[in-house]
């Protein structure tokens, strides 16, 4: 999912979502895709895809392994 698209789904502006995106990036739950400058929000069409530990936190996921949730976020990037 792109942030644009993702600020569509809540009805938001991209801008309304950076502070959010920035702190689950800090946090280690979120990964912004494609090239930013620091400080700055990440443009429309940068993609955002969960991390191993966001991953975990779902139960169908918990008992996973990392390279499993590896391949699995693997193949969600491949379908953006």
């Known amino acids: 999912m792109t942030v ?3 600020a569509k789904c809540l009805a938001k502006t991209p ?7 920035q702190r689950l ?4 739950l979120l990964k912004l ?9 990440a443009p429309i069409n940068c ?6 530990a966001a991953m975990k936190t779902l ?7 990392e390279a499993e ?8 990037a491949g379908r953006e």
Request: proline share 9%; no cysteine; net charge negative.
């Open 15 to 21: 801008g309304q979502l950076a502070a959010t995106f």
């Open 33 to 41: 895709a494609g090239n930013r400058k620091p400080g700055e929000p």
């Open 25 to 28: 990036g800090e946090q280690g």
């Open 59 to 65: 139960p169908a996921f918990q008992d996973a392994s």
């Open 4 to 6: 644009g698209k993702a």
């Open 69 to 76: 949730i590896e391949a699995e976020l693997a193949a969600l």
């Open 47 to 52: 993609q955002l895809l969960p991390t191993v």
